[in-house]
């Protein structure tokens, strides 16, 4: 990091500032000390104070300049396009594209998928047509019927009207969810199918239609944008 900071050539107005200022101090107290000998109480007096102003803007520039260069070098490095190490897949195949938590202390959310998207953009998300699941792990405990009658506004609100096949998916969210439970969500390319499982209970629909459906509850325009940036953030 330190290295791409030096190619940039960027140092933020603040730090020089601090340090042309701690600079032209420090001569100064020199100065003083070397140039004044015959009033060496008020050399030693005045030389303390430029210290103490050296100090200052040394700590001036630590604080303001080192948080500044951190955030320049995150610009540069993704508004040139600098390579990033690559995503690994865990055992079962799946890449981690980020995680949330959109109700604090209530689940998080974990994405992940099998074949990377197009573009980490969240139309290219819904529309890949791969491998991928959102697991929904429980923080807390939760009522099922609550989380079921939510779910299912959601799609509706999304423009899913088949409000029977919804019923169906959503029907194994019933009666209490304990904390630390997790609910899957998986979308199998090559079956077609999406599959939602809790406990021993599961259901599932067929076609890439409702597999959209489903990943526009979390990746959607009417989506809080900060919501789908943590679920892509590893992209």
């Not at 959310?109 to 429980?138: N, Q």
Request: aromatic share 6%; glycine share 8%; with cysteine.
């Amino acid at each position: 990091m330190c290295e791409l900071h030096r190619r940039s050539g960027h140092r933020p107005h603040h730090t020089h500032a601090a340090l042309l200022a701690g600079g032209a101090a420090f001569v100064a107290a020199v100065a003083i000390l070397v140039f004044v000998p015959s009033h060496r109480e008020v050399s030693a007096v005045g030389a303390v104070v430029v210290l103490l102003f050296v100090v200052k803007h040394v700590a001036l520039a630590t604080t303001v300049g080192v948080p500044a260069a951190a955030a320049v070098r995150r610009w540069r490095a993704r508004s040139r396009g600098v390579a990033r190490t690559p995503l690994r897949p865990a055992s079962d195949g799946y890449v981690r594209t980020g995680e949330a938590e959109p109700h604090r202390g209530l689940f998080r959310l974990e994405h992940d998928v099998r074949e990377l998207p197009p573009s980490p953009s969240p139309h290219a998300i819904v529309a890949l047509d791969a491998d991928k699941r959102m697991t929904m792990r429980f923080l807390s405990d939760l009522d099922g019927d609550a989380l079921r009658a939510g779910l299912a506004e959601r799609y509706a609100k999304r423009g899913h009207r088949d409000a029977a096949t919804v019923e169906r998916f959503l029907a194994p969210l019933a009666g209490p969810i304990a904390r630390g439970e997790a609910l899957a969500i998986a979308y199998d390319a090559r079956a077609g199918t999406t599959r939602l499982a809790l406990r021993d209970a599961a259901a599932e629909v067929r076609g890439a239609d409702f597999m959209a459906a489903t990943w526009r509850l979390w990746f959607d325009d009417a989506a809080p944008r900060s919501l789908t940036g943590a679920l892509a953030q590893n992209l």
